[in-house]
């Protein structure tokens, strides 16, 4: 149940844009927790778009997205991280399109362009400290909440991870 925050110039998305987006960054984000994407997964994510005023922007009048996934830590290996990043990166592209452009930046290729002012952070909230329903949760109770439980294999892997996280730390 990741929370999504999209923070942006003002105007950097049309409404029509921000509706479009909001699915598929929950689905690339949530398919890491649970997969498929269950009707209560979607539920309990919710997502924010944080438009800030251009005075405020710099550089200047070009347009970036800061993209946030909050999620309880247990819930990522590192090839999910790479697929939540990849699959945000296929969002925007879906939604703003690929004009053809392209830039080389450090001997690295990006196209289209303006993806080199797509920033995502997926941020993981240490175990104990997620909240939601009115307490503390669980990566496991989360997890179980979603649907993660259902799939052996992914159910596993989010046990091992949390009792890992758990033996980590020091309170």
């Known amino acids: 149940m990741p929370v999504i925050r999209v923070t942006c110039p003002e105007k950097a998305l049309t409404a029509e844009q921000k509706e479009k987006l909001a699915p598929l960054l929950i689905d690339a984000v949530m398919r890491q927790e649970v997969d498929p994407v269950t009707d209560e997964a979607r539920m309990a994510t919710f997502i924010a778009f944080n438009e800030i005023p251009q005075q405020n922007c710099f550089p200047g009048n070009n347009p970036f997205w800061l993209v946030e996934g909050f999620t309880a830590a247990g819930f990522f290996t590192q090839t999910r991280r790479d697929a939540a990043q990849t699959a945000i990166t296929k969002a925007f592209i879906s939604v703003l399109g690929d004009d053809g452009s392209s830039m080389e930046m450090s001997g690295v290729r990006i196209s289209p362009a303006y993806l080199q002012r797509l920033y995502t952070l997926l941020i993981e909230i240490p175990e104990g400290s997620w909240g939601a329903c009115g307490g503390p949760l669980s ?20 046990k091992e991870n949390t009792a890992k996280l758990t033996a980590a730390r020091p309170s």
Do not use: C, F, N, V
């Open 139 to 158: 990566a496991l109770e989360i997890g179980h909440l979603i649907g993660s439980d259902k799939d052996p294999t992914r159910w596993s892997e989010l």
